[in-house]
């Protein structure tokens, strides 16, 4: 290797850190707002003089127009260029925050929280698909554990800081901090993100989109009304009823709209793809897992005695456990494949599950459980599906590919919230720590059905692992000699017409 070789990797290599930092910190910066402010919502009720029933539309109307910006955005990324639709992406998330932060009133206030998800419905699946675009396929895992491990940790960090800021300072420095770090992202991106040649094909499905809007608003809006002191009674209620009539009447127009259109929003030939279907089905599982992170610090106070104000802090563990284990979880799927990581994650997860249904009873138990389920969680949630997904699709319809995952892990996400929020429910008036504990029990078992779906992704062993890295390095070692001859033949017209 020259020395100008050895200088274009290091130029490389420097390139793709920056290209993770830029992406880990959008996504971070997305993460974040989901769950930040959740400990503000007295102070949000107070400033604005709203009910509790209200107030949860803070929450709501952000994760709402998430989910629905993450195939609309998807697909522009695929059409119109990653980069161009990432930074769009970033700017509608600062604006919605800056917005948030000026808000005379509570109308303006859920205005610019779903301006907030709008932009990071986009940042997600797009952010993902460029580090599909941008790193080889050997270096992918890795790629995605860090960025993995950044979702994660915001996730469980963002409740605490929330709390500090509110307590210390105000509501509104929810929303300042993000006006910095969507500047730095997007500074960074307009100058490391790569290029993408626009594939403008077909008109925008615009039909497609409208049926997908009313289906989940449909879907997520059945699942909100079930009542778990009530589960049967409220699921053959007019408010559970017509909605999720809705989402199957609006859901079948949508797969027959998408079977026609030139350009669908979500191309149901994706479905073909055995390993996608796997990806999505254990996007449900590992949705409705991480719902159960948000009753933890119910169980912390109701079993083992601790204050509501701490209770936030014991998810610390399960926060930096997530946040060492996802990159080293990008590693073996590196080596490995994501067969056995998904396997092994998955079994440790119910694991902790089962801890936290039976063994909790004290605060040691319990921080030894956080730490095993944040290793399980860090080896199902994110990573390896993301890592399954980049490499099961093509690179042009990576992103939409990464939408559908999103939305299948919110799903779940939904479904399980509804879920545990019912079995609690149902008994805790009177027995509060035993529904506590046999929500978690249930969660248990469900995570275990994820197993035999993991077990059906195709056995990759160390051999496999050694000729698709060998094949991945003849590939590049080609294209740089199609590159040299390239300029070697330009070269020698411009020397032939300079003689002329």
Same mark, same amino acid.
Request: with cysteine; hydrophobic share 50%; glycine share 10%.
């Given at each position: 290797?020259?020395?100008?070789?050895?200088?274009?990797?290091?130029?490389?290599?420097?390139?793709?850190?920056?290209?993770?930092?830029?992406?880990?910190?959008?996504?971070?910066?997305?993460?974040?707002?989901?769950?930040?402010?959740?400990?503000?919502?007295?102070?949000?009720?107070?400033?604005?003089?709203?009910?509790?029933?209200?107030?949860?539309?803070?929450?709501?109307?952000?994760?709402?127009?998430?989910?629905?910006?993450?195939?609309?955005?998807?697909?522009?990324?695929?059409?119109?260029?990653?980069?161009?639709?990432?930074?769009?992406?970033?700017?509608?998330?600062?604006?919605?925050?800056?917005?948030?932060?000026?808000?005379?009133?509570?109308?303006?206030?859920?205005?610019?929280?779903?301006?907030?998800?709008?932009?990071?419905?986009?940042?997600?699946?797009?952010?993902?698909?460029?580090?599909?675009? %941008?790193?080889?396929?050997?270096?992918?895992?890795?790629?995605?554990?860090?960025?993995?491990?950044?979702?994660?940790?915001?996730?469980?960090?963002?409740?605490?800081?929330?709390?500090?800021?509110?307590?210390?300072?105000?509501?509104?420095?929810?929303?300042?901090?993000?006006?910095?770090?969507?500047?730095?992202?997007?500074?960074?991106?307009?100058?490391?993100?790569?290029?993408?040649?626009?594939?403008?094909?077909?008109?925008?499905?615009?039909?497609?989109?409208?049926?997908?809007?009313?289906?989940?608003?449909?879907?997520?809006?059945?699942?909100?009304?079930?009542?778990?002191?009530?589960?049967?009674?409220?699921?053959?209620?007019?408010?559970?009823?017509?909605?999720?009539?809705?989402?199957?009447?609006?859901?079948?127009?949508?797969?027959?709209?998408?079977?026609?259109?030139?350009?669908?929003?979500?191309?149901?030939?994706?479905?073909?793809?055995?390993?996608?279907?796997?990806?999505?089905?254990?996007?449900?599982?590992?949705?409705?897992?991480?719902?159960?992170?948000?009753?933890?610090?119910?169980?912390?106070?109701?079993?083992?005695?601790?204050?509501?104000?701490?209770?936030?802090?014991?998810?610390?563990?399960?926060?930096?456990?997530?946040?060492?284990?996802?990159?080293?979880?990008?590693?073996?799927?590196?080596?490995?494949?994501?067969?056995?990581?998904?396997?092994?994650?998955?079994?440790?997860?119910?694991?902790?599950?089962?801890?936290?249904?039976?063994?909790?009873?004290?605060?040691?138990?319990?921080?030894?459980?956080?730490?095993?389920?944040?290793?399980?969680?860090?080896?199902?949630?994110? %990573?390896?599906?993301?890592?399954?997904?980049?490499?099961?699709?093509?690179?042009?319809?990576?992103?939409?590919?990464?939408?559908?995952?999103?939305?299948?892990?919110?799903?779940?996400?939904?479904?399980?919230?509804?879920?545990?929020?019912?079995?609690?429910?149902?008994?805790?008036?009177?027995?509060?720590?035993?529904?506590?504990?046999?929500?978690?029990?249930?969660?248990?078992?469900?995570?275990?059905?994820?197993?035999?779906?993991?077990?059906?992704?195709?056995?990759?062993?160390?051999?496999?692992?050694?000729?698709?890295?060998?094949?991945?390095?003849?590939?590049?070692?080609?294209?740089?000699?199609?590159?040299?001859?390239?300029?070697?033949?330009?070269?020698?017209?411009?020397? %032939?017409?300079?003689?002329?």
């Amino acid at each position: 290797m020259t020395a100008t070789d050895t200088a274009t990797d290091t130029k490389n290599a420097r390139t793709q850190y920056l290209v993770i930092a830029c992406l880990g910190l959008g996504i971070f910066m997305a993460a974040l707002d989901l769950t930040i402010v959740a400990p503000a919502f007295t102070a949000l009720q107070e400033s604005f003089n709203v009910s509790t029933r209200a107030i949860a539309w803070v929450i709501g109307i952000y994760a709402l127009f998430n989910v629905l910006s993450q195939p609309t955005m998807a697909k522009l990324a695929d059409r119109y260029g990653r980069r161009t639709i990432f930074l769009v992406d970033v700017a509608f998330f600062g604006f919605g925050s800056f917005l948030a932060f000026l808000s005379p009133n509570f109308g303006v206030f859920l205005l610019a929280r779903a301006i907030q998800g709008i932009g990071a419905g986009g940042i997600f699946p797009t952010a993902n698909a460029i580090i599909g675009d %941008t790193f080889p396929h050997e270096r992918r895992g890795l790629a995605y554990g860090v960025t993995g491990s950044l979702w994660g940790m915001a996730a469980i960090i963002g409740p605490n800081l929330g709390g500090v800021l509110t307590q210390h300072a105000s509501w509104h420095w929810l929303f300042i901090i993000n006006l910095p770090l969507a500047v730095i992202v997007f500074i960074i991106g307009l100058r490391v993100l790569p290029t993408q040649r626009a594939e403008r094909r077909g008109n925008l499905d615009i039909r497609g989109l409208l049926f997908l809007t009313i289906a989940l608003v449909g879907l997520m809006g059945a699942l909100n009304e079930v009542k778990g002191d009530d589960v049967w009674g409220s699921i053959v209620s007019q408010s559970v009823f017509f909605p999720f009539f809705a989402f199957l009447w609006f859901g079948y127009l949508f797969v027959t709209a998408e079977r026609h259109a030139d350009a669908p929003i979500i191309p149901l030939r994706l479905f073909r793809h055995h390993d996608l279907r796997i990806a999505d089905g254990l996007a449900v599982i590992a949705g409705i897992v991480e719902s159960s992170l948000v009753f933890m610090p119910t169980l912390a106070v109701i079993a083992l005695g601790f204050s509501t104000e701490k209770s936030g802090y014991f998810l610390t563990p399960a926060a930096l456990t997530l946040g060492f284990a996802t990159p080293v979880v990008g590693l073996l799927l590196d080596r490995y494949g994501p067969r056995p990581v998904l396997v092994g994650g998955t079994l440790i997860t119910a694991l902790g599950l089962f801890m936290l249904g039976t063994v909790v009873t004290n605060t040691w138990t319990f921080l030894l459980t956080l730490i095993i389920g944040g290793i399980g969680l860090s080896s199902l949630l994110g %990573t390896p599906l993301r890592y399954l997904t980049a490499n099961a699709v093509a690179p042009e319809e990576r992103a939409t590919g990464m939408a559908v995952l999103s939305i299948s892990t919110n799903v779940g996400i939904a479904v399980g919230s509804a879920l545990t929020g019912a079995i609690i429910s149902s008994r805790h008036s009177t027995q509060p720590v035993a529904s506590i504990h046999r929500a978690y029990i249930v969660l248990g078992f469900i995570t275990l059905i994820a197993v035999p779906i993991a077990a059906r992704i195709p056995r990759r062993t160390h051999a496999q692992t050694e000729a698709a890295l060998a094949a991945a390095a003849e590939k590049k070692a080609r294209r740089m000699e199609r590159r040299a001859a390239r300029q070697v033949a330009k070269s020698a017209t411009t020397s %032939t017409t300079g003689d002329d």
